[in-house]
């Protein structure tokens, strides 16, 4: 599309550096708030490549879906493809379509009854060992615990419970590879892998960890009798529609560190900011106490429980719009096109900002304030479907979607059910950075009490 639209304005930047110096210093969220509170819903920020960035909820669903076909993850999935691989998250055209086309049922309606169990046993299992081992109140580091906890449900929940210990993937190499995507997205000047830069040698030491376990996952799953109804096994088994083969071992490999990866860190961060939110709202502790205890007493959850559980889920659904740990995405421009007025070059990336769109002052009423009720049938009536965007929307919307919300409704009630949860002033300091997730810049303390009524 041609246009004589203006572009995009964006705030004053060093010659040459542009607002790199500023992304250094302040970090790139608070850029974009700042630009955006200044310069309205579209802006650019030159941080070596020229981004513009899209922050209205009609902006983000031309570039998502009306006009998708001209925003191409492209370049901008380079950083993952070279760390992951080229799995579902990355793939695009044809090849997304089949490989995705096959995934999918292993993420509908009909096998959730059967994730969720796995997924309530390993919260079962991990709540109580905690328990057994401090015996009274002890303190956790959220991210970190709430990270192992994760891991354990994506390996149990997709690849089987014998995976469990045996594929010994540590949650710090994972954790390490999705740094690694960062900087490789960030920086153009990375020297060659084979010089023994000490980044490098981090880089084919995390390399080597988190495939070899992943290649004992896909032995494990070899030996499986097909049909066993894990994701493993529907990867290891199905003929792809595009190739009209079985998947290779690379495409494997790609997939499997995929679904490790956008699995795991994502609920546990959830879990993080949600614990963070807590923070001097007593009211909102209490609703949930009182909503688990009445509807579970002493029993473990189940996927029947999900439904009846609204509270939780609004508290969870609250924390995804002002903490949610994907706070925006990126694409390629293929051709010019306008987007709100303005213009957006071939070659440039865009960047569609789900934190705008959930903070928009149009569309959410006091959009600064942590309010579960939001999310309530009656207060959700009418809204905007592009302003609340946590796993993105459109075609290449999240595939774990209701897997992740089920799993943290299920761990918090498990959670809830255990332990008063005290969160740590110290929280109040806590600043969001983000990387390809948005991860917190210092450790989350919530101290947790075993209830008296624990059975
Ligand atoms: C709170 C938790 C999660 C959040 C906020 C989240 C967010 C997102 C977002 C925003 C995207 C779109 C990325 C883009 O188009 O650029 C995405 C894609 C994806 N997510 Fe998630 N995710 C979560 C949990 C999960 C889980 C639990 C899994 C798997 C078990 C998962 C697997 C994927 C995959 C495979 C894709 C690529 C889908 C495609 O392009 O077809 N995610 N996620």
Redesign the pocket.
């Known amino acids: 599309m041609s246009t004589s639209a203006p572009l995009p304005p964006h705030l004053p930047r060093w010659p040459l550096l542009g607002h790199l110096p500023r992304v250094r210093s302040d970090g790139m969220l608070r850029l974009m708030d700042e630009s955006w509170r200044a310069l309205g819903d579209v802006f650019s920020i030159d941080v070596g490549v020229h981004m513009v960035v899209v922050a209205h909820p009609e902006g983000i669903k031309r570039v998502?879906a009306g006009h998708a076909k001209n925003y191409v993850?492209g370049s901008t999935y380079d950083g993952v493809r070279r760390v992951i691989g080229n799995?579902?998250?990355a793939l695009e055209g044809d090849a997304?379509k089949s490989r995705?086309t096959l995934?999918n049922p292993a993420?509908h309606r009909a096998a959730l009854g059967k994730l969720t169990e796995a997924m309530a046993q390993t919260g079962q299992q991990a709540f109580d060992a905690l328990l057994k081992r401090h015996g009274g109140p002890f303190t956790i580091d959220a991210h970190r615990e709430m990270v192992k906890l994760t891991l354990d449900v994506?390996t149990v929940a997709?690849f089987g419970r014998e995976l469990l210990g045996s594929a010994d993937i540590s949650y710090e190499a994972l954790g390490d590879a999705l740094e690694l995507v960062s900087e490789e997205g960030n920086n153009g000047l990375v020297l060659p892998r084979w010089v023994p830069t000490p980044g490098n040698r981090k880089f084919h030491r995390t390399m080597a960890e988190v495939e070899s376990a992943i290649y004992r996952v896909i032995e494990a799953g070899r030996r499986r009798p097909p049909g066993d109804g894990t994701l493993l096994s529907m990867l290891i088994h199905s003929v792809d529609a595009e190739t009209n083969r079985p998947l290779t071992d690379t495409e494997l490999r790609d997939e499997i560190f995929?679904?490790f990866v956008?699995?795991?860190e994502?609920?546990a961060?959830?879990l993080t900011w949600l614990f963070t939110l807590l923070d001097g709202r007593p009211d909102v502790l209490a609703a949930m106490k009182e909503e688990v205890d009445r509807v579970l007493g002493t029993r473990e959850p189940t996927f029947e429980d999900y439904p009846k559980l609204p509270y939780l889920r609004q508290v969870v659904d609250e924390t995804?719009r002002l903490r949610?740990?994907?706070a925006m995405?990126?694409r390629n421009v293929l051709a010019d096109d306008e987007v709100l007025g303005h213009r957006v070059r071939a070659g440039a990336v865009v960047m569609p900002y789900?934190y705008g769109a959930h903070r928009h002052r149009d569309f959410w009423r006091e959009p600064d304030r942590f309010d579960p009720t939001r999310f309530s049938p009656e207060a959700s009536q009418g809204r905007h479907p592009w302003s609340y965007?946590?796993?993105?929307a459109g075609?290449?919307?999240?595939?774990?979607?209701t897997?992740?919300l089920v799993?943290?409704v299920v761990l918090l009630a498990q959670l809830v059910r255990r332990f008063d949860l005290e969160v740590d002033a110290s929280v109040r300091e806590v600043q969001p950075v983000a990387q390809v997730t948005v991860r917190p810049d210092r450790p989350v303390r919530v101290r947790l009490v075993p209830r008296a009524t624990l059975a």
Request: net charge positive.
């Open positions: 998502l993850k799995g579902v998250l997304w995705r995934m993420f994506v997709l995929t679904l956008a699995g795991h994502t609920t961060l959830t995804l949610g740990p994907v995405t990126a789900f965007l946590p796993f993105s075609q290449r919307v999240c595939i774990g979607n897997f992740s799993e943290t």
